[in-house]
């Protein structure tokens, strides 16, 4: 079936840093979603993005739909400790069927 | 408050004891999904919805069967338990317009002894 390869699988930085991950796929999707995991929790939807091209920002987190289609990119500026969590990405192409990334960990040193 | 619940939330089982898990959401949402999330595999996903008395196979529905009667309601059912079943479980939901903007549940822990 589909996959997506997210990397990097898990990072520690210092807080304050920027962060940086991706999502790969050998599929084109309609739609390329983040979210944030917290211990305990389900997964919250940071954004979504629906065009080719899109750059959409939410706060300190900017993400990127690949002009490609099959690649996404999230960052983060200026982490800070509740930044800590697992962020997925997820490929979809509308038909409510979605593909997860593996997840990259992410911890911050205060 | 826009919710979607999941009940129980921890649960531990023996083998081929059968089991639902319940998942409501009060959106008012066409599409509901189950995944399980398992340790360097991400979520998964077991089967979805996209309206009342439509399932589809999602990518790892062996094992499970779910019911969609009603639109709020999407139970996840185990007909016979096994350890590899051992998961955490999520459901989740979205409206039709943005069938891929999907909101889970607080997820459920099954362990199957």
Redesign the interface.
């Known amino acids: ?1 589909q996959q997506l390869n ?1 990397s990097p699988q898990s990072m520690f930085i210092q807080e304050g840093e920027d962060v940086s991950m991706n999502c790969t796929s050998s599929s084109i999707f ?2 390329w ?1 983040w ?1 944030k995991q917290d211990p ?6 940071l954004i ?1 993005l629906y065009k080719a091209g899109e750059l959409t920002s939410n706060g300190r987190l900017t993400a990127q739909f690949g002009i490609t289609r099959k690649d996404s990119f999230l960052n983060i500026s200026a982490s800070i400790p509740s930044d800590v969590g697992i962020y ?1 990405c ?1 490929g ?1 192409s ?10 990259t960990t992410l911890q911050v040193k205060p | 408050e826009a919710q979607v619940t999941q009940n129980p939330r921890y649960l531990i089982t023996v083998t081929g004891k059968k089991l639902t898990v319940t998942c409501s959401q009060n959106m008012n949402h066409e599409y509901m999904s189950w995944y399980r999330q398992d340790p360097g595999l991400g979520l998964r996903q077991i089967y979805y919805s996209m309206n009342v008395e439509v399932t589809d196979k999602g990518d790892v529905p062996e094992g499970y069967k779910v019911s969609r009667k009603e639109k709020r309601n999407f139970p996840l059912i185990l007909e016979s338990p096994s350890p590899n079943q051992t998961s955490l479980y999520f459901c989740a939901s979205s409206s039709r317009t943005r069938g891929d903007t999907q909101y889970f549940g607080p997820g459920t822990r099954l362990t199957v002894l």
């Open positions: 079936g997210q309609n739609t979603l979210y305990g929790e389900g997964p919250v939807l979504a997925f997820a979809s509308n038909t409510g069927k979605l593909i997860f990334g593996q997840g």
